[in-house]
């Protein structure tokens, strides 16, 4: 027992020992410490350099489904890529300078899918497949290239399509028409306009065989119908609300427009009621002018009737030229005969000629053109029925007798001018009812103005300092680095031993003819006044030690007083 216990107090003593010895080599070696403190400083900048120049990093895709975020995880651990997850593991973040780039990258690779199998499902069919099969990868193909046609849309973060396509059959009543249904989660704080749910609509429908596009039905992440007709009491749906009120902004930026340089554009404000008209009219009228003159009239059809009855017969005989020749003119009754004729001969002659027509008719009939006018007049929607406008004109400032400005009305001459400006920059129609009102009035401050931030507000600054910042960190904390641990400890390693100090001379007397040095009161040796090499060369007698003594009285006096004093006080 004994052995085991002092063997085990020589352990701790040869450990304590050794442990001894190596605080006195590294004691003696000043290098060691040089090593250690270059070696903690060069860590100590290197981590601050990687801290300065760590990336930015920014959202490359949000909202992943759980095997697009795996796919996409280990093609950045292909490329080794660094990325980390936002709070919640939302976002998935990269350095803001390779967001692009891996983007387009990932989209050459397929990523993300989003869930939604195109087109693709077609092209790895199995051998044989039944057509039922091969019909259903068709309507889920569809399906999925409708979703992503509407992802790529700002407000709509992701979105389903549910078809019933049509069902052909020999007979038309038992024929189904194609419906669909589209399910949209939009992205926060993003409403579809009446025009962006209309696009939708006719994209689907136009994509689909038979499909009319009021069998879509579009429905957003709250269970809210898109597709119904808004309720507004005027029947008017969104898209001819947006056109009122287009056309009552733009008839406001023409008064704005046109008054702005004469009163200052913070100085007038307008605004426009406008009555448009979106009924559809057609018309057609026909009129009926009066005949024209017979020689310009057009003649539709003419009839003539003539009835002849005398002792002649007509025509008659063989048809020809001589048939058809009429007979020739009958001699008039009160004709003279000729001279050289006697009166019998003209009796015969009397007897031989025809007697006079007795009874000639003739009816004409004629049917001209009645004059008619036929116009058809298809009235264009979206007409401007009526507007009114009202204008409100600040005071004018003006200096009073002290310099002070003060708001001044402005003049009955200036409100006339005002007033037929606006009307020439609206297009002003009494015929339509248009009005006009233009009140001179005081404008009220309703708020501060917010003013634009200086540039040392700009965010876009701000990070550049804050990045500079960074870099003038880690360069002060190099530079202290610098002299507070490394110029000490090179200068110490660097610096030559300096020779050792003269002590001060001892003095020597001489007791019984032997020489005999002066000691410390307290018996002990000095080891700064007493030096063994010094006192080996300096034991030559006491001449020399004479001389030195009168050598040190000759360069310093006063050192020679403060020893005289110090025996003097030794011996009190």
């Given at each position: ?223 809210r119908l898109l597709t119904a007709p808004e309720s507004n009491g005027l029947g008017l749906d969104g898209t001819q ?224 300092a804050l990045n500079l910042g960074r870099y003038l960190l880690v360069g002060l904390a190099i530079l202290l680095l ?56 300096k034991a030559s007698g006491y001449e020399d030690n004479l001389k030195d003594l009168r050598e040190m009285a000759e ?18």
């Amino acid at each position: 027992m004994s052995s085991g216990a002092s063997a085990t107090e020589r352990q701790p003593s040869q450990g304590s020992a050794g442990l001894t010895r190596l605080k006195d080599q590294l004691r003696g070696n000043p290098l060691v410490f040089l090593l250690v403190a270059g070696a903690a400083s060069i860590a100590i900048i290197a981590a601050l350099l990687m801290w300065a120049q760590s990336p930015d990093y920014r959202v490359l895709y949000s909202n992943l489904s759980q095997a697009d975020g795996g796919s996409i995880i280990n093609e950045l651990d292909t490329r080794g890529v660094p990325y980390r997850f936002s709070q919640g593991g939302q976002a998935l973040l990269v350095p803001a300078n390779r967001v692009h780039t891996l983007r387009l990258q990932l989209a050459e690779q397929g990523l993300p899918e989003g869930g939604n199998v195109g087109f693709e499902l077609m092209e790895n069919q199995a051998f044989g497949i039944s057509q039922f099969a091969e019909q259903i990868n068709y309507q889920r193909g569809l399906e999925g290239e409708l979703s992503r046609s509407m992802e790529s849309l700002g407000p709509v973060n992701a979105a389903r399509v549910h078809l019933a396509l049509a069902k052909d059959s020999v007979f038309v009543r038992d024929r189904e028409p194609a419906k669909a249904s589209v399910v949209l989660s939009l992205h926060a704080g993003r409403v579809l306009g009446e025009g962006q749910i209309n696009s939708i609509v006719h994209m689907v429908s136009s994509s689909v065989p038979d499909l009319a596009a009021d069998a879509v039905t579009v429905v957003d992440q709250d269970g809210r119908l898109l597709t119904a007709p808004e309720s507004n009491g005027l029947g008017l749906d969104g898209t001819q609300l947006d056109y009122v009120a287009e056309v009552e902004r733009s008839y406001q930026r023409r008064i704005e427009s046109i008054l702005a340089p004469i009163l200052g554009s913070k100085n007038v404000k307008a605004q426009v009621t406008a009555q448009v008209d979106f009924s559809r009219r057609e018309e057609t009228s026909e009129r009926y002018a009066p005949n024209q003159p017979p020689n310009e009239a057009a003649v539709r059809s003419r009839q003539s009737s003539i009835n002849y009855s005398g002792s002649d017969d007509l025509a008659g005989g063989i048809p020809g030229a001589l048939s058809n020749t009429p007979p020739g003119a009958a001699p008039s009754p009160v004709a003279n005969p000729p001279e050289g004729e006697e009166d019998g001969e003209g009796e015969q002659a009397g007897e031989d000629t025809p007697q006079a027509t007795s009874n000639l008719n003739r009816d004409d009939v004629i049917n001209y053109e009645v004059d008619r006018r036929i116009a058809h007049v298809q009235h264009r929607s979206g007409q401007v029925e009526r507007l009114s406008a009202a204008v409100v004109v600040n005071y004018r400032p003006t200096p009073d007798e002290q310099g002070v400005m003060q708001p001044t009305p402005l003049s009955e001459a200036e409100i006339e001018q005002i007033e037929r400006l606006v009307r020439q920059a609206m297009g002003f129609s009494q015929a339509r009812g248009d009005e006009i009102a233009v009140v001179n009035s005081p404008f009220t401050q309703s708020g501060p103005e917010i003013e634009p931030l200086e540039w040392w507000q700009q965010p876009d600054v701000q990070q550049l300092a804050l990045n500079l910042g960074r870099y003038l960190l880690v360069g002060l904390a190099i530079l202290l680095l610098y002299l507070l641990i490394l110029r000490p400890l090179i200068k110490r390693a660097t610096q030559a031993p300096q020779p050792a100090t003269q002590p001060a001379p001892t003095f020597q007397t001489r007791v019984g003819g032997e020489d005999e040095q002066s000691a410390p009161a307290d018996g002990r040796e000095d080891e700064t006044t007493y030096d063994k090499p010094r006192r080996a060369r300096k034991a030559s007698g006491y001449e020399d030690n004479l001389k030195d003594l009168r050598e040190m009285a000759e360069e310093d006096p006063r050192m020679v007083a403060m020893i005289v004093r110090s025996w003097m006080n030794k011996h009190e």
